[in-house]
């Protein structure tokens, strides 16, 4: 009656001290591996796009047709140009008209100067949804349904 | 190094490609560690630390030719990127309530692109002016998100270990 009490403490205290070395070792050996990037879909191609017999034959381009599209060609890089242009001239005029309100806040009063050039800690998260092309319908009635997450799951 | 100094190619003459050599050297795997870099946030002074700038669309053109386009502003404005990389896609199927009748459930699947674009140490005053460029382009359909990089941020991109979680759970 004495003994066997004895033995169930040591016998558990033993086992259980040897079962959580045994995980410890495991949750070393499992947390040593380099954890894995999840790969992404979008830069796999899918093997159906793969196939050889999936070649266009486009017709032969009459030379008039060429000389319209290259001249298209130069117009419309010209035209990049002058947009690309316009919106660095606007970056550079907009700097230079913040350096010069600061400039002048500094003129004004040094404490607000310092107060202005700090970052603005409720800048951060920013979101905007991108422009649409028409405005959403305002009785627009919208039918029933549901939308199911089927994303694989990468596991290590 | 002689070629830096050099920008044109001159593809057109025998001495194109002259003191090229790394593809004489044999080729190292690159080593990936999975690391992150502490996040910079030099205090009030003037510079933000590591800012994502989180671009999501169904498109993926749409959206990867923003991400290059935002890339490339930033190397113009020589803002330092830290990195430009994508997210995984997400993939949804979309089930319509058919009410003709018969209560069927059509189908659309729908894949979201997400692209992200890390940038480290904008100074205060220029990030307004930043963030108003993106946003004069940022094309139809994509949505914009900056925000400060996080752990987290970086974790949604490795792989679950639920062993590895389920004998953490075990152990405590």
């Known amino acids: ?156 | 190094d002689a070629r830096v100094s050099c920008h044109r190619h001159y593809r057109s003459r025998p001495t194109h490609g002259i003191g090229k050599f790394k593809y004489l050297l044999p080729k190292e795997a690159p080593k990936k560690r999975r690391v992150q870099m502490k996040a910079v946030n030099v205090g009030t002074d003037h510079k933000y630390g590591d800012i994502n700038i989180q671009m999501t669309s169904y498109d993926m053109c749409l959206v990867e030719h923003f991400a290059r386009h935002v890339h490339r502003l930033c190397n113009r404005l020589s803002i330092r990127v830290n990195e430009s990389y994508a997210m995984p896609t997400k993939t949804n199927e979309v089930l319509l309530l058919e009410e003709r009748g018969s209560k069927m459930q059509l189908d659309a699947i729908l894949t979201t692109h997400q692209r992200v674009v890390q940038i480290c140490g904008v100074s205060a005053t220029f990030a307004p002016i930043l963030l108003e460029i993106i946003q004069s382009n940022q094309p139809e359909g994509v949505d914009l998100l900056v925000k400060e990089h996080t752990e987290a941020d970086f974790k949604l991109r490795l792989k679950t270990r639920p062993e590895l979680e389920e004998l953490l759970a075990q152990m405590s």
Request: with cysteine; charged share 40%.
């Open chain 1, 1 to 156: 009656a004495r003994a066997q009490p004895k033995k169930k403490k040591k016998v558990d205290v033993k086992r259980e001290q040897a079962q959580k070395e045994r995980m410890k070792k495991k949750i070393r050996k499992l947390e040593k591996a380099a954890q894995e990037m999840i790969p992404i879909e979008d830069f796999v191609t899918p093997p159906k796009y793969l196939e050889s017999h999936r070649v266009r034959s486009l017709p032969p381009l009459s030379s008039e047709e060429t000389e319209r599209r290259v001249l298209l060609l130069k117009k419309w890089s010209l035209y990049k140009q002058k947009q690309d242009e316009a919106e660095k001239k606007a970056i550079q005029t907009l700097i230079a008209s913040q350096q010069a309100a600061l400039k002048e806040l500094r003129l004004e009063s040094e404490e607000l100067y310092q107060a202005a050039i700090k970052r603005d800690e409720g800048l951060f998260p920013f979101e905007r949804d991108g422009p649409n092309y028409t405005p959403p319908l305002p009785d627009y009635d919208p039918p029933e349904g549901k939308c199911i997450d089927i994303t694989k799951v990468y596991t290590q």
